[in-house]
């Protein structure tokens, strides 16, 4: 079975628990879901409530990956409040956990009620991270019942509010992949091709309808990674690779496509950012978030090979029929969760999305700009690997090779 790099989205938690140099003037952007921005005209800057007390802001998916790096960063100037299904056993001590489950009316109306109680009904910001996700590409009801109703369920119970910003996380894959190259901005047509994206196409269109006077910002994020990893299409990849697995030198796309990625420290300090900044955004906007720098699937496997092996890694381009033949018997040889593979059948229509950005209108507007390339964080994320092996696979949730099983 042929790899692929199936774009991504490790961005986001499971809660139960065009043309950039023409005038924004003159722009209008495809996606019939809502406007990129209420900036074409002159916007004046809001007036927030500066008191004494710390600036309340509430994160949804408090505890995930992104959820809990964000908390951790704004504690020092903010109260935070952590929503989710089930809050970390040791969590920070500046944090005020609620439990909290998006898909039931009863607790987001209790919880909700509880805050305004316990932290006024004054809100500075929402950052509402939770979301459903599954690489199987397994139907689930909690794409609508979490994603699209969650938001809105959220939505209506900050109406007894006043919220100066609700940020909004949605995904790149919204987008349609950019057949030509050119950078993909806000502006770029939307289509979503699978459920995860269509969730969060759907949100963003809840998110319109549902805002009232609440000044939203949608933020369509590349894929998620770190040093350690945490990213599955970029530690599936170099699993492959470094088990020398024969399905790692072929692949049924476009090997000089490639797809943006953002680290997770980038990520945080521009939700900081987005915070900090709040009052001098326009009352809707979305921008694109991800790494201008994109390495195609060809440079991405021989970086990989060269790192792990010391030589470069041959791509082999194989037509998508045969491929999904591969993938399909893969899966149905599957003895169990453990066992079943990454790549899934559907995946193989999808290896060919290409996915540039172009961040000067999140750079202007949020005054940040990415420190962090996955082209410079490879070396270190593959030395993780090296220096503790068993570590790193466990901590990207892979199964282990079988000579690290008995160490």
């Known amino acids: 079975m042929p790899s692929t790099t199936l774009p991504?989205?490790?961005?986001?938690?499971?809660?139960?628990?065009?043309?950039?140099?023409?005038?924004?003037?003159?722009?209008?952007?495809?996606d019939a879901t809502a406007s990129p921005s209420d900036s074409a005209q002159t916007q004046p800057q809001r007036v927030l409530d500066t008191t004494a007390k710390k600036p309340v802001v509430l994160v949804t998916g408090a505890a995930g990956l992104i959820g809990s790096k964000i908390v951790q960063r704004l504690t020092p100037d903010h109260t935070v409040v952590g929503l989710d299904l089930k809050p970390p056993?040791?969590?920070?001590?500046?944090?005020?956990?609620?439990?909290?489950?998006?898909t039931e009316q009863d607790s987001v109306d209790?919880?909700?009620?509880?805050?305004?109680?316990?932290?006024?009904?004054?809100?500075?910001?929402?950052?509402h991270l939770a979301a459903y996700y599954d690489f199987s590409g397994a139907p689930s009801s909690l794409y609508h019942d979490l994603t699209v109703e969650g938001t809105r369920r959220m939505l209506r119970a900050l109406q007894a509010f006043r919220v100066d910003q609700f940020i909004f996380s949605s995904?790149?894959?919204?987008?349609?992949?950019?057949?030509?190259?050119?950078?993909?901005?806000?502006?770029?047509?939307?289509?979503?091709?699978?459920?995860?994206?269509?969730?969060?196409l759907a949100a963003e269109a809840v998110i319109k309808e549902e805002r009232h006077k609440i000044p939203t910002l949608i933020l369509r994020i590349a894929g998620v990674y770190d040093d350690q990893g945490h990213s599955p299409p970029i530690t599936q990849q170099i699993k492959r690779i470094h088990e020398k697995e024969l399905e790692s030198y072929f692949f049924p796309?476009?090997?000089?496509h490639g797809q943006s990625f953002i680290h997770l420290d980038d990520l945080t300090e521009c939700l900081r950012a987005a915070v900090e900044r709040r009052a001098e955004l326009p009352p809707r906007e979305i921008l694109?978030?991800?790494?201008?720098?994109?390495?195609?699937?060809?440079?991405?496997?021989d970086s990989i090979g060269e790192l792990l092996h010391g030589k470069q890694w041959p791509t082999i381009r194989i037509p998508k029929v045969m491929a999904k033949a591969g993938a399909w018997t893969k899966e149905k040889l599957a003895s169990g969760d453990d066992d079943a593979p990454f790549i899934r059948p559907w995946m193989i229509d999808l290896a060919d999305q290409n996915y540039p950005v172009d961040l000067r209108r999140a750079s202007d507007q949020l005054r940040w700009y990415p420190r962090h390339t996955l082209r410079s964080t490879l070396p270190v994320m593959i030395e993780h690997l090296r220096r503790d092996p068993k570590q790193w696979y466990e901590t990207n949730h892979l199964p282990l090779p079988q000579e690290l099983r008995h160490e």
């Not at 796309?253 to 000089?256: R, Y």
Request: proline share 5%; charged share 30%.
């Open 8 to 30: 991504s989205d490790s961005n986001t938690n499971v809660l139960s628990s065009h043309d950039a140099d023409r005038p924004a003037t003159d722009r209008s952007p495809n």
């Open 110 to 127: 209790s919880v909700m009620a509880r805050i305004r109680d316990e932290h006024g009904d004054s809100i500075a910001s929402v950052i």
């Open 253 to 256: 796309g476009d090997k000089t």
């Open 288 to 301: 694109v978030i991800g790494e201008e720098d994109v390495m195609s699937y060809e440079e991405l496997q």
């Open 171 to 200: 995904t790149l894959l919204v987008q349609r992949s950019s057949e030509e190259g050119h950078p993909v901005t806000a502006f770029s047509p939307t289509e979503a091709e699978w459920d995860y994206p269509k969730s969060k």
């Open 89 to 102: 056993e040791s969590s920070h001590m500046d944090v005020h956990w609620y439990e909290l489950d998006l």
